[in-house]
């Protein structure tokens, strides 16, 4: 698949501009601070129904306007999509796929594919397991609009219980109906686990192939889900719900379930998280980024749209041929200051106005 056109209009610092993109290399070339990452974002945007930039969405609208509009075209492999947001200083933002309203973000799941890197990416290695969560979260999503579904599911049934273990300053009130809670939310756990570790596994091999193939094959990656527990998740996790009940009862909050579960990341046996230099915590990110190009592919049947945002600079000469290479089999927009690359590609220059 690939994106044929964006339209944006008093999105950031673009007031009208209109981008046709080739279904090959397509390379955003310009000065810091001119608005290069706002493309991606808006390419994101389209596709996931977030920002990777921002929580707050009034935050797109350029400055001296009211409103906002982003306009894009995919070609898949037998149909075009069209999807429009509108974004509103009074309003919540609206979605339209094909001219047609949406009600949900899960509506949107899968209309499009992308994978997204910046050299911020490190903290999908480096920051806390909330990013790894996420990371899962956003890819599975794409391509299962079960598993985007079950994890809403997850997040309400956990807020409700965390509501109940406050509502009371009498344990012996909370545990009159908490087992309810509890039973819906290792039911939900153990699905979601099922789905991410299955993802982790498929996605393991692919992310030491691109790290060996651009990095070379002196540092092995090993990628691993660490689940809460390893067999009979559900009946385990009610278990544990039980057992830790007056804990949880004391801090307001649950210590057990899905929400807790981590990844773990070692290059030649060492943890890349705690011990890994900066240079070895983003090129492992990198990998697995370049990873979830395969998995896509494997799931949906085409290879998604890769934006990459100023990856460059983090790189050699000879690492950048490597990365242009392995990413010749899919749609790639880059952003980066400069391009000296011999190779076939369409080129925007962007400049403010």
């Given at each position: 698949?690939?994106?044929?056109?964006?339209?944006?209009?008093?999105?950031?610092?673009?007031?009208?501009?209109?981008?046709?993109?080739?279904?090959?290399?397509?390379?955003?070339?310009?000065?810091?601070?001119?608005g290069?990452?706002?493309?991606?974002?808006?390419?994101?945007?389209?596709?996931i129904?977030k920002?990777?930039?921002?929580?707050?969405?009034?935050?797109?609208?350029?400055?001296?306007?009211?409103?906002?509009?982003?306009d894009?075209?995919?070609?898949?492999?037998?149909?075009?999509?069209?999807?429009?947001?509108?974004?509103?200083?009074?309003?919540?933002?609206?979605?339209?796929?094909?001219?047609?309203?949406?009600?949900?973000?899960?509506?949107?799941?899968?209309?499009?594919?992308?994978?997204?890197?910046?050299?911020?990416e490190?903290?999908?290695?480096?920051?806390?397991?909330?990013?790894?969560?996420?990371?899962?979260?956003i890819?599975?999503?794409?391509?299962?609009?079960?598993?985007?579904?079950?994890?809403?599911r997850?997040?309400?049934v956990?807020a409700?219980?965390?509501?109940?273990?406050?509502?009371?300053s009498?344990?012996?009130?909370?545990?009159?109906?908490?087992d309810?809670?509890?039973?819906?939310?290792?039911?939900?756990?153990e699905?979601?686990?099922?789905?991410?570790?299955?993802?982790?596994e498929?996605?393991?091999?692919?992310?030491?192939?691109?790290?060996e193939?651009?990095?070379?094959?002196?540092?092995?990656?090993?990628?691993?889900?660490?689940?809460?527990?390893?067999?009979?998740?559900?009946?385990?996790?009610?278990?544990?719900?039980?057992?830790?009940?007056?804990?949880?009862?004391?801090?307001?909050?649950?210590?057990?379930?899905?929400?807790?579960?981590?990844?773990?990341?070692?290059?030649?046996?060492?943890?890349?998280k705690?011990?890994?230099?900066?240079g070895?915590?983003?090129?492992?990110?990198?990998?697995?980024?370049?990873?979830?190009?395969?998995?896509?592919?494997?799931?949906?049947?085409?290879y998604?749209?890769?934006?990459?945002?100023?990856?460059?600079?983090?790189?050699?000469?000879?690492?950048?041929?490597?990365?242009?290479?392995?990413?010749?089999?899919?749609?790639?927009?880059?952003?980066?200051?400069?391009?000296?690359?011999?190779?076939?590609?369409?080129?925007?220059?962007?400049?403010k106005?």
């Amino acid at each position: 698949m690939f994106i044929k056109s964006l339209k944006l209009k008093s999105y950031r610092s673009y007031e009208n501009f209109e981008f046709e993109f080739d279904d090959g290399l397509n390379i955003l070339v310009g000065k810091n601070a001119q608005g290069k990452t706002n493309v991606l974002e808006a390419i994101f945007f389209a596709i996931i129904g977030k920002s990777f930039k921002t929580s707050k969405e009034k935050e797109v609208i350029k400055w001296d306007s009211q409103n906002a509009y982003v306009d894009a075209i995919f070609q898949k492999k037998y149909r075009e999509v069209e999807v429009e947001l509108f974004f509103d200083n009074a309003h919540k933002k609206t979605i339209k796929i094909d001219k047609i309203a949406i009600r949900k973000i899960g509506e949107l799941m899968g209309s499009a594919n992308a994978v997204f890197f910046s050299p911020e990416e490190l903290k999908l290695v480096k920051e806390s397991p909330d990013e790894r969560r996420r990371f899962m979260n956003i890819d599975i999503s794409q391509t299962n609009k079960r598993y985007f579904y079950l994890i809403g599911r997850y997040e309400k049934v956990l807020a409700n219980r965390n509501k109940l273990l406050k509502s009371s300053s009498d344990i012996n009130v909370i545990k009159e109906s908490i087992d309810i809670w509890d039973r819906a939310l290792a039911d939900l756990a153990e699905k979601i686990a099922y789905e991410r570790k299955n993802f982790i596994e498929e996605l393991a091999p692919y992310a030491k192939l691109a790290h060996e193939y651009i990095f070379g094959g002196k540092e092995q990656i090993e990628i691993k889900y660490i689940s809460s527990f390893e067999e009979n998740y559900a009946a385990n996790m009610v278990k544990a719900l039980a057992k830790n009940l007056e804990k949880d009862f004391k801090l307001g909050y649950t210590t057990v379930g899905v929400h807790r579960d981590e990844i773990d990341i070692y290059l030649n046996g060492v943890e890349v998280k705690n011990f890994g230099s900066q240079g070895q915590q983003r090129t492992v990110a990198l990998s697995m980024k370049l990873a979830e190009l395969e998995i896509i592919k494997n799931r949906v049947g085409e290879y998604p749209i890769l934006l990459l945002d100023d990856v460059f600079s983090e790189l050699d000469k000879e690492r950048r041929k490597k990365l242009l290479k392995f990413t010749s089999k899919t749609q790639t927009i880059i952003t980066c200051t400069e391009f000296d690359e011999k190779i076939k590609a369409k080129i925007f220059e962007i400049k403010k106005a």
